[in-house]
């Protein structure tokens, strides 16, 4: 696996972050291993690959630990949240600025890819 960027990257693009190094590293191990097997034999340069494991890094915060208000409330605490669950890379600025960067279209495709659960009728 190939990591490309650093926490300091990551932050860099995000406003406000103040997740620990540490933190984010763990966000970055989980985008670079996204990336490295999402783009198998697809020519893309280094420089382009790192980009785009900047950004999903920050949309995989921002979807789960970081989120980004739309609303905020002061006296009676309300905070609305950007984006819907199921949104996919919709969800967050990041991941809408992710699909924009991607010259190959692969992020999208690999967005759109369904979870499947299968039953197994016995174990015997």
Sequence with gaps: MAIRVTADEVKEIMDGCTLTDAVIDAFIESASLVIDNGYV??????????????????????????????????????????????????????GQMLIILDPTGTISQLAKQKAFIKAIKSFE
């Design 41 to 94: 034999g697809i020519s893309i340069s280094e420089a382009t690959l790192k980009v785009l494991e900047k950004w999903l890094t920050a949309h995989l915060i921002a979807s789960t630990v970081f989120r980004t208000a739309a609303e905020e409330e002061v006296d009676n605490v309300k905070i609305k949240y950007t984006g819907k669950w199921g949104e996919k890379l919709l969800l967050t600025p990041y």
